[in-house]
């Protein structure tokens, strides 16, 4: 694709105006190839990027050079356009069909331009939008509704009556829609009874589920995840979570039922977070936080750290006046 049209695609000013250089991917610097683009964030990296074999530099306008051996693509965000970019060059999978292993169910409602792979199961009246990709191996449950361009790998299951956007990415081995862990306990027998588990899980458009995690559908209601959320590889949601707008949870959290986390939130990996818990909108749990059942911890853009999670500034001082008593016990004489 010729740099021209990749900078008309990213509102990026190229340097100069007239190159006519085409370029058919991605690279780091190292790797690069007069036919790759790759980017430099900081003046440290964009000596680098300069004198490596790349087609072409996306630089930020904040360091760009007046003068360059090389053509720029200058942005305000050179990561974000160099993902951007990535995406734009990206060859387009081709559509193959249904597969003759596949069983789909005569009443299953399957768009135009749907690719369903080896061993898939569509169930009764589910419903699968146009240009959508199903991986090898993956169940569709009864009812369940996948919308327009998306991509589900291998082996993922999405239980009855699920409902999902647009433009999702499900990683192999999610699971959808699943059981809530709710049960009441028999006060004379002292066992078990599963909580009715007959609500909805509704993921909405643009969302990404990392590899093998799962999210539990509503016990009566609904868990819903909005629009953007990014939900990284062994996450566990439970029953009548929301997730706000373009909220970041990394790898290894749970967040226990009925808890609630606010839009533009970030959640480091291996948080725990209790039942009936509210995070607020852009607030930050650093990794490994903890977050006590009926918790509230407000935002915006507050840091919270430790086990409980408390402000990061209040967690530091604590740090620290332990490690001055340790100190002083190791200077006591024993």
């Not at 998306?150 to 999610?174: E, K, N, S």
């Amino acid at each position: 694709m010729k740099l021209s049209r990749i900078a008309q695609a990213l509102a990026a000013e190229l340097r100069p105006a007239d190159a006519e250089a085409e370029v058919s991917g991605v690279s780091s610097i190292n790797a690069a190839t007069p036919e790759t683009l790759v980017f430099a964030e900081e003046a440290q990296t964009l000596e680098a990027a300069v004198r490596s074999r790349a087609g072409a530099v996306i630089v930020s306008s904040k360091t760009a050079p007046s003068a360059s051996p090389k053509p720029l693509l200058v942005v305000r965000q050179p990561k974000l356009a160099f993902a951007q970019a990535a995406r734009l060059l990206r060859p387009a999978e081709p559509h193959t069909g249904v597969h003759p292993t596949a069983i789909v169910d005569a009443s299953a409602i399957v768009g135009e331009r749907v690719s369903i792979g080896p061993y898939v199961v569509i169930e009764a009246d589910a419903h699968i939008g146009d240009g959508t990709r199903i991986g090898a191996g993956t169940v569709i449950g009864a009812g369940a509704s996948i919308g327009r361009n998306c991509r589900i790998d291998p082996r993922v299951v999405v239980y009855p009556g699920a409902a999902l956007g647009d433009d999702l990415v499900v990683q192999a081995g999610a699971v959808l829609g699943s059981d809530g862990f709710g049960y009441v306990c028999d006060a004379v027998t002292g066992g078990y009874l599963q909580f009715p588990q007959q609500g909805r899980l509704t993921l909405e458009d643009g969302v990404e589920i990392g590899a093998n995690t799962t999210i539990d559908r509503g016990a009566l209601e609904e868990t819903r995840i909005e629009r953007g959320v990014k939900i990284d590889n062994l996450v566990h949601l439970g029953h009548n979570v929301r997730v706000g707008r373009d909220v970041v949870i990394a790898a290894q959290t749970g967040v226990s039922g009925s808890s609630t986390i606010g839009a533009s939130a970030v959640v480091g990996g291996q948080v725990g977070i209790g039942d009936h818990a509210e995070i607020g909108e852009q607030v930050i749990l650093g990794s490994g936080s903890g977050v006590l059942t009926h918790k509230k911890v407000k935002g915006p853009g507050v840091v919270f750290w430790g086990r409980p999670a408390r402000p990061l500034k209040q967690y530091l001082k604590e740090l620290a006046a332990m490690a001055r008593v340790a100190r002083k016990s190791d200077r006591e004489p024993k």
